[in-house]
């Protein structure tokens, strides 16, 4: 085992200890939650290793760098999500590649991928990514919908062709009310994910929890956490 795979393979057992140990003090099962590898920055041979360690879903936020990424991991059984603000322009080639696109926040972005997927024959799997530091008819500071435009725009991926709305995704905010207190936000985006159930009852899966808080996403009830730092360490600096 090459010395990158075993840090690897070694952050990966802590990550999972950590997931179980949240799991068993929620009362859920293991399997209810879903680990994501956010693997920007990282190169292409490090996402070969994760998946030889048998991780199976993976997040990108930037899609110059995703794009080829996913090209050259193509023959790997991954499931590949699109977890960054994404400009219209970006949609065609996002599309290309990935299966879940978690930051939905606005219409003329559903728009756009409704036209691309269908172009491209692929159903898009798609969560709002909700800013719980929004006001009422803003969005975030780093992206997202208001609470208040949830419903909305559920119904609008709902109906969209080509997408399929798989549930939401939030962030822990850093201003607001919601600052500092991430189990209440995770328990906000349950709420939330509650009010959109009723509507559409397959969209259940709830994107929520990092390194830093994991634990509190798991309490709250959020079925997928996504993991950088802590499987893959300290990013390198960009630029």
């Known amino acids: 085992m090459t010395d990158r795979k075993h840090e690897i393979a070694a952050n990966l ?14 009362g859920r099962p293991r399997d209810e939650v879903t680990l994501i590898v956010v693997t920007k920055t990282y190169p292409a041979d490090d996402v070969r290793i994760l998946s030889g360690l048998g991780v199976r879903h993976v997040a990108e936020n930037r899609d110059q760098d995703a794009a080829p990424k996913a ?11 699109f977890v ?3 400009q219209t322009n970006k949609v065609r080639s996002v599309v290309g590649y990935a299966d879940v696109v978690q930051s939905i926040d606005r219409a003329r972005l559903v728009t756009a991928l409704s036209k691309e997927a269908v172009r491209a024959g692929r159903e898009v799997g798609c969560l709002l990514q909700v800013a719980l530091d929004a006001g009422e008819s803003e969005r975030g500071e780093r992206g997202g919908v208001s609470p208040a435009g949830v419903e909305e725009l559920a119904d609008l991926v709902a109906g969209a062709e080509g997408l399929r709305l798989d549930g939401l995704m939030t962030v822990a905010p850093l201003t607001g009310e919601y600052a500092g207190r991430q189990q209440a ?3 906000r985006i349950m709420d939330l994910s509650t009010c959109v159930r009723r509507a559409h ?6 994107s929520a929890g990092m390194s830093a808080d994991l634990e509190q996403a798991v309490a709250a009830g959020a079925t997928h956490v996504r993991v950088g730092t802590a499987v893959l360490g300290v990013r390198p600096r960009l630029g």
């Open 84 to 86: 960054g603000q994404l």
């Open 13 to 26: 057992a802590k990550v999972e200890e950590r997931i179980s140990a949240a799991c068993v003090a929620a």
């Open 185 to 187: 936000a995770f328990e």
């Open 71 to 81: 090209a050259s991991c193509a023959d790997l059984l991954l499931s590949w999500h």
């Open 201 to 206: 009852p397959t969209a259940n899966m709830v």
